[in-house]
T-cell receptor, first 114, second 115 residues
Framework: KAGVTQTPRYLIKTRGQQVTLSCSPI?????VSWYQQTPGQGLQFLFE???????NKGNFPGRFSGRQFSNSRSEMNVSTLELGDSALYLCASSLERGPNEKLFFGSGTQLSVL | AQSVTQPDIHITVSEGASLELRCNYS??????LFWYVQSPGQGLQLLLK??????LVQGIKGFEAEFKRSQSSFNLRKPSVHWSDAAEYFC?????????????FGQGTTLQVKP
C-alpha cells in the first residue's frame, strides 16, 4: 500500500503570493489532518477533514484554508503569503476520526517564502 | 489547556548505551499519549501509543514507554541505542473532545548517537 503522498516536495514563493499544497492519503483512509512545523513553534495543528468536511481547526488566520475531495485527497491553501509562513507542512491520514487513531504522516512540503 | 513538555531539547548518548527521553503532559482526564520519531527530511512515524490498561507500552524498534499518572509523565526508553536511532522524537497527547484526531505535540528532543 502506498503511503501518504504530498506534493510538491519543495516550494519557493514570494510574499503576497498564494500557494496550494496537495495530500493523497493512504487508500481507504478517510481522515486527513494538516500540521505546520517550524523550528520556533514546533508542530502545530492546522485543520482536520473527514468525509469532505472540516471537523477541527487550529489557531491560524483565515489565510490558511483547506478542503477534502470525495476521494479523500486534500489540499491546503495559503493566501497572501508572509515570511513567517515558511515551514514544513505535514499531512497525516488515518482510517477514521478519533484520538485513538494511528496517524500516518507524509514527508511534507517544505515551503520557503522570500 | 492541554500541553506537552519535553524538557530536553538535545540528548547525546553513546551507541549501545541506554536511553530515556522525558515527556510531561497536562491534561484534565485520561490522556491518549503518543511517541513519534522524525528522521531528517521525513515525516513522523509512530513508535508507540498509550490509551489505557498496562502502563508499560511496547513499541517498534525496541522502544518502550511508561505512563505514570502521578507524575504526569510518559517517558520513552530503549535499553541499547543504535546509530540509526539518531533522529528527533516527539511526544504528543490526543486533544480533548470526541472524534478528533488533533494532536498536541511537544517541542521535540533531538537524539545524537556517538559511535
Amino acid at each position: 500500500k502506498a503511503g501518504v503522498t504530498q506534493t510538491p516536495r519543495y516550494l519557493i514563493k514570494t510574499r503576497g503570493q498564494q500557494v496550494t499544497l496537495s495530500c493523497s492519503p493512504i487508500s481507504g483512509h478517510r481522515s486527513v489532518s494538516w500540521y505546520q512545523q517550524t523550528p520556533g513553534q514546533g508542530l502545530q495543528f492546522l485543520f482536520e477533514y473527514f468525509s469532505e468536511t472540516q471537523r477541527n481547526k487550529g489557531n491560524f488566520p483565515g489565510r490558511f484554508s483547506g478542503r477534502q475531495f470525495s476521494n479523500s485527497r486534500s489540499e491546503m491553501n495559503v493566501s497572501t503569503l508572509e515570511l513567517g509562513d515558511s515551514a514544513l507542512y505535514l499531512c497525516a491520514s488515518s482510517l477514521e476520526r478519533g484520538p485513538n487513531e494511528k496517524l500516518f504522516f507524509g514527508s511534507g512540503t517544505q515551503l520557503s517564502v522570500l | 489547556a492541554q500541553s506537552v513538555t519535553q524538557p530536553d531539547i538535545h540528548i547525546t548518548v553513546s551507541e549501545g548505551a541506554s536511553l530515556e527521553l522525558r515527556c510531561n503532559y497536562s491534561y484534565g482526564a485520561t490522556p491518549y499519549l503518543f511517541w513519534y520519531v522524525q528522521s531528517p527530511g521525513q515525516g513522523l512515524q509512530l513508535l508507540l501509543k498509550y490509551f489505557s490498561g498496562d502502563t508499560l507500552v511496547q513499541g517498534i524498534k525496541g522502544f518502550e514507554a511508561e505512563f505514570k499518572r502521578s507524575q504526569s509523565s510518559f517517558n520513552l526508553r530503549k535499553p541499547s541505542v543504535h546509530w540509526s536511532d539518531a533522529a528527533e522524537y516527539f511526544c504528543a497527547v490526543g486533544a480533548q473532545g470526541s472524534n478528533t484526531g488533533k494532536l498536541i505535540f511537544g517541542q521535540g528532543t533531538t537524539l545524537q548517537v556517538k559511535p
